[in-house]
């Protein structure tokens, strides 16, 4: 199901789950007066919370995603621990080529071509494709994705 709550908030996944976002938002009031930066933390805190269990719905505000902490965070751990960076989602390799400077390398397996292994994806955070440090490449008002990046840092151990 793909359904445009508000002009600005649009929600793709099974209708089940996209009902139950609907229910969840209805009270913000379709975030009339509300900045964009505080609206993606709202829709960031509902799609991580645990009793919503709502992590394959995609969340688009004002035609951006708003990506969930916990499922990426996951993703990355699940690299770390195993050392293995086939074990690369495609949600995660979508966050990674859309919102922390990266061009898409053609797809999943040219990205994991270019950083093959664990300290490339470090570097790579150290110094993305723009030539700085990813979370200084993004903008202020990406609130979520901030809080990601920040959190991946410290999985990999980035400053």
């Known amino acids: 199901m793909d359904k445009n709550i508000t002009k600005k908030l649009r929600?793709?996944?099974?209708?089940?789950?996209v009902e139950k976002f609907e229910g969840l938002i209805v009270s913000y009031d379709n975030f009339e007066g509300f900045h964009e930066a505080h609206v993606r933390t709202i829709i960031q805190d509902i799609l991580d919370s645990p009793s919503n269990k709502l992590r394959q719905?995609?969340?688009?505000y004002d035609g951006n995603t708003v990506w969930s902490k916990d499922?990426?965070?996951k993703d990355v751990k699940t690299i770390v621990k195993n050392k293995?960076?086939?074990k690369m989602t495609n949600h995660l390799y979508e966050f990674l080529h859309?919102?922390?400077?990266?061009?898409?390398h053609y797809n999943k397996q040219?990205?994991?071509?270019?950083?093959?292994?664990?300290?490339?994806?470090?570097?790579?955070?150290?110094r993305n494709e723009f030539g700085g440090n990813v979370l200084d490449s993004?903008?202020?008002w990406k609130t979520d994705v901030i809080k990601i990046v920040?959190?991946?840092n410290k999985v990999l151990g980035v400053r």
């Open 11 to 17: 929600v793709i996944g099974n209708p089940s789950d």
């Open 84 to 86: 293995d960076m086939s």
């Open 57 to 60: 719905l995609t969340v688009l």
């Open 138 to 140: 993004i903008p202020h």
């Open 150 to 152: 920040s959190g991946i």
């Open 71 to 73: 499922k990426l965070l």
């Open 98 to 104: 859309l919102c922390c400077g990266s061009i898409a």
């Open 110 to 126: 040219g990205w994991i071509d270019t950083y093959p292994n664990v300290s490339d994806l470090q570097s790579f955070f150290k």
